[in-house]
Nanobody
């Protein structure tokens, strides 16, 4: 069974940086969109950044200029470089991959905590 595995979460002070990574435990063919979502306590899950196989990345307004998404199509991995972190970035971050046939995979999440 294919799984997405996130890593890189942790505790960081405001203004600091973290790099999240997501890899597949099995083979997923024809991945189109890779992305990151987050869910803060008591809030709904929200889009952070997505990146199609061909095209430009899309970012939530709240992270533009601070976060950068990147992907390695050969390895089926996606990363999220997070700089200038703020306490409001505290959340569980989830990796998501969607194939060209609209099959969707989610990771189990990695916790990012930003202290003030």
């Amino acid at each position: 069974q294919v799984q997405l595995v996130e890593s890189g979460g942790g505790l960081v002070q405001a203004g600091g940086s973290l790099r999240l990574s997501c890899a597949t435990s099995g083979s997923i063919f024809s991945i189109n969109i890779m992305g990151w979502y987050r869910q803060a306590p008591g809030k709904q899950r929200e889009l952070v950044a997505t990146m199609p196989r061909e095209g430009i990345p899309n970012y939530a307004d709240s992270v533009k200029g601070r976060f950068t998404i990147s992907r390695d199509n050969a390895k089926n991995t996606v990363n999220l470089q997070m700089n200038s972190l703020k306490p409001e970035d505290t959340a569980v971050y989830y990796c998501k991959m969607t194939t060209y046939t609209y099959v969707t995979f989610w990771g189990k999440g990695t916790l990012v905590t930003v202290s003030s």
